[in-house]
Nanobody, 129 residues
Framework: QVQLVESGGGLVQAGGSLRLSCAAS????????MGWFRQAPGKEREFVAA????????NYVDFVKGRFTISRDDARNTVYLQMNSLKPEDTAVYYC??????????????????????WGQGTQVTVSS
């Protein structure tokens, strides 16, 4: 199995940027489709962005499109979430998640929590107004 560790969270003013990283260890990172989710206080965990195993396909929830970018570096076993134009409503704990996929599904991405068996511990992002 794979272990995931997020980093890069912190406190930022509205309009600012942060880049989250998720470092994976264990089995072959390049075999995994990856996702980012977030959970705000008192709310359910929600999908933010996903990237296919191949890295060629990505998907975003509507409220981050044009502001967030997911990417991966298989040589570093790391997936990133670049977050620009941050808003106070982006405040949440951000989690990365991994799903091992077969080569023939290398272009698939996944949006549901139930599709990811592996999760990191989360990193806090706080956006002040």
């Amino acid at each position: 199995q794979v272990q995931l560790v997020e980093s890069g969270g912190g406190l930022v003013q509205a309009g600012g940027s942060l880049r989250l990283s998720c470092a994976a260890s264990g089995r072959t990172f390049s075999s995994y489709a990856m996702g980012w989710f977030r959970q705000a206080p008192g709310k359910e965990r929600e999908f933010v962005a996903a990237i296919s195993r191949s890295g060629s396909f990505t998907n975003y929830v509507d409220f981050v499109k044009g502001r967030f970018t997911i990417s991966r570096d298989d040589a570093r076993n790391t997936v990133y979430l670049q977050m620009n134009s941050l808003k106070p409503e982006d405040t949440a704990v951000y989690y990365c998640a991994a799903r091992e996929v077969a080569a023939y599904r290398r272009n698939n991405y996944y949006q549901r929590i139930s599709e990811y068996p592996y999760w990191g511990q989360g990193t806090q992002v706080t956006v002040s107004s």
